[in-house]
Nanobody, 118 residues
Framework: VQLQASGGGSVQAGGSLRLSCAAA????????MGWFRQAPGKERELIAS????????SYDDSVKARFTISSDNAKNTVYLQMNSLKSDDTAVYYC????????????WGQGTLVTVSS
């Protein structure tokens, strides 16, 4: 599967952004999609994931109740709606994919930068 992320930008604290990840290739029920982020000087971290069919959404505590991951199978796209953004959310965001039972996150989109100013 090939991934193309978009939607990053600059926003003030408290604002919102929506990231998109367009997928091409084998998309099926055993595909899981994830959003990672990497802040300056920090390791990349998984913040949200979802099954391609739209179930089994999970979130890191740092974004729970503020971010929502969703999938639109008709558009072959996964979204990350980010609300109540904080300066700590500033990072490069990546979408990734893995197939159930076939190891870790093998497929990556290019990063998209999100900058939150206070």
């Amino acid at each position: 599967v090939q991934l193309q992320a978009s939607g990053g930008g600059s926003v003030q604290a408290g604002g919102s952004l929506r990231l998109s990840c367009a997928a091409a290739g084998r998309t099926s029920g055993d595909l899981f999609m994830g959003w990672f982020r990497q802040a300056p000087g920090k390791e990349r971290e998984l913040i949200a994931s979802i099954n391609w069919s739209g179930g089994s959404a999970s979130y890191d505590d740092s974004v729970k109740a503020r971010f929502t991951i969703s999938s639109d199978n008709a558009k072959n796209t996964v979204y990350l709606q980010m609300n109540s953004l904080k300066s700590d959310d500033t990072a490069v965001y990546y979408c990734a994919a893995r197939y159930a039972g076939l190891g870790g996150w093998r497929y990556w989109g290019q990063g998209t930068l999100v900058t939150v100013s206070s």
